[in-house]
DNA sequence: TGCCAGGCCTTCC
DNA sequence: GGAAGGCATGGC
């Protein structure tokens, strides 16, 4: 492809970036290898990695540079975070290993609060074709390269959105969870702008207001979304991977608490990336 | 068929 | 405050 622009970039995997999970709206393009297809917020990303390269097309140019930038935490050094955090112990340095190069995205904020109430107890082909049919529902058409893409509505654009129609998109039991963290926006009850500047704990506690978000989406919003890179969200797999990793010979019953004050203890500010390779890791048995 | 999926809500001690 | 049980839906 003929890129418009091309970013030289260090200590980064596209692929393993956008396939630990952490992402909803990627697909491979079909007609090229190693291509990926995304929607941020306000345009289509057309990008692909050769070596230390990126080459990007997109549906609209204004900024492009700083967008993907921002997008792909591409202004934070990994390269040395990943040296710090594999000083840690024997197993995150594996595991960094074999995963070198993920980034924590920078996502939407809204749009990672719905994802992530759409993922509890889901998985993740069912969570993406979620978000995919709640975009080309209610969010804005974007024409790139003669194929049509949604925008992740608003939540104004979602305002008149009842349950019913929510479940039509395949949320199931979430369909009255996302409608009413649609409503408390609207009304104010939760000031979106505001909580990106309240420290981490205070953060938390204002997402966890919202009917459907639990500790673990709440830690997911804030990682994926607030540039919290301090919080460990622990869902099943985390779980699994840190009690065979560090409480396997452990004689009591070892509690998410347990898991998350060993994970603030010994993996400090950035927990959150940590996190992310051993997530990618387990899903892969590649530890 | 029954179990599981990037948990959370509700009820009940 | 902590332990159960329920929860929509699709894939295996």
Same mark, same amino acid.
């Given at each position: 492809?003929? *890129?418009?622009?091309?970013?030289?970039?260090?200590?980064?995997?596209? +692929?393993?970036?956008?396939?630990?999970?952490?992402?909803?709206?990627? &697909? +491979? =393009?079909? !007609?090229?290898?190693?291509?990926?297809?995304?929607?941020?917020?306000?345009?289509?990303?057309?990008?692909?990695?050769?070596?230390?390269?990126?080459?990007?097309? *997109?549906?609209?140019? %204004?900024?492009? !540079?700083?967008?993907?930038?921002?997008?792909?935490?591409?202004?934070?050094?990994?390269?040395?975070? !990943?040296?710090?955090?594999?000083?840690?112990? !024997?197993?995150?340095?594996? @595991?960094?290993?074999?995963?070198?190069?993920?980034?924590?995205?920078?996502?939407?904020?809204?749009?990672?609060?719905? *994802?992530?109430?759409?993922?509890?107890?889901?998985?993740?082909?069912?969570?993406?074709?979620?978000?995919?049919?709640? *975009?080309?529902?209610?969010?804005?058409?974007?024409?790139?390269?003669?194929?049509?893409?949604?925008?992740?509505?608003?939540?104004?654009?979602?305002?008149?959105?009842?349950? &019913?129609?929510?479940?039509?998109?395949?949320?199931?039991?979430?369909?009255?969870?996302?409608?009413?963290?649609?409503?408390?926006?609207?009304?104010?009850?939760?000031?979106?702008?505001?909580?990106?500047?309240?420290?981490?704990?205070? @953060?938390?506690?204002?997402?966890?207001?919202?009917?459907?978000?639990?500790?673990?989406?709440? =830690?997911?919003?804030?990682?994926?979304?607030?540039?919290?890179?301090?919080?460990?969200?622990?869902?099943?797999?985390?779980?699994?991977?840190?009690?065979?990793?560090?409480?396997?010979?452990?004689?009591?019953?070892?509690?998410?608490? %347990?898991?998350?004050?060993?994970?603030? +203890?010994?993996?400090?500010?950035?927990?959150?990336?940590?996190?992310?390779?051993?997530?990618?890791?387990?899903?892969?048995?590649?530890?």
């Amino acid at each position: 492809m003929k *890129s418009e622009l091309i970013l030289k970039v260090d200590c980064f995997n596209l +692929k393993d970036t956008l396939e630990c999970g952490q992402c909803f709206r990627w &697909e +491979k =393009d079909n !007609e090229e290898d190693n291509t990926y297809i995304g929607v941020l917020k306000d345009r289509v990303i057309k990008v692909k990695q050769i070596e230390n390269k990126l080459y990007i097309d *997109s549906s609209n140019y %204004d900024n492009l !540079e700083s967008v993907v930038k921002k997008y792909f935490d591409l202004d934070v050094d990994y390269y040395k975070i !990943e040296k710090v955090i594999s000083t840690f112990d !024997e197993n995150i340095k594996k @595991a960094v290993k074999n995963t070198s190069g993920i980034r924590i995205l920078n996502q939407n904020f809204f749009e990672m609060i719905m *994802s992530y109430i759409i993922s509890a107890n889901n998985n993740i082909p069912r969570i993406s074709k979620s978000i995919k049919d709640i *975009s080309q529902k209610y969010g804005k058409k974007v024409i790139f390269e003669n194929n049509e893409y949604y925008l992740f509505p608003t939540a104004q654009e979602l305002k008149n959105v009842t349950e &019913e129609d929510f479940k039509k998109c395949g949320v199931g039991f979430r369909a009255r969870y996302l409608k009413n963290t649609v409503k408390a926006i609207l009304e104010n009850k939760i000031d979106l702008e505001q909580i990106k500047r309240l420290d981490t704990k205070e @953060a938390k506690e204002e997402l966890l207001k919202l009917q459907g978000v639990g500790p673990k989406v709440a =830690d997911c919003i804030l990682l994926f979304s607030c540039e919290r890179r301090e919080v460990f969200p622990i869902d099943v797999w985390v779980e699994r991977v840190m009690h065979n990793l560090y409480f396997k010979n452990s004689t009591k019953r070892i509690r998410k608490n %347990d898991i998350l004050e060993y994970a603030n +203890k010994n993996f400090g500010e950035y927990a959150g990336i940590v996190q992310q390779h051993l997530f990618h890791n387990i899903r892969n048995n590649l530890i």
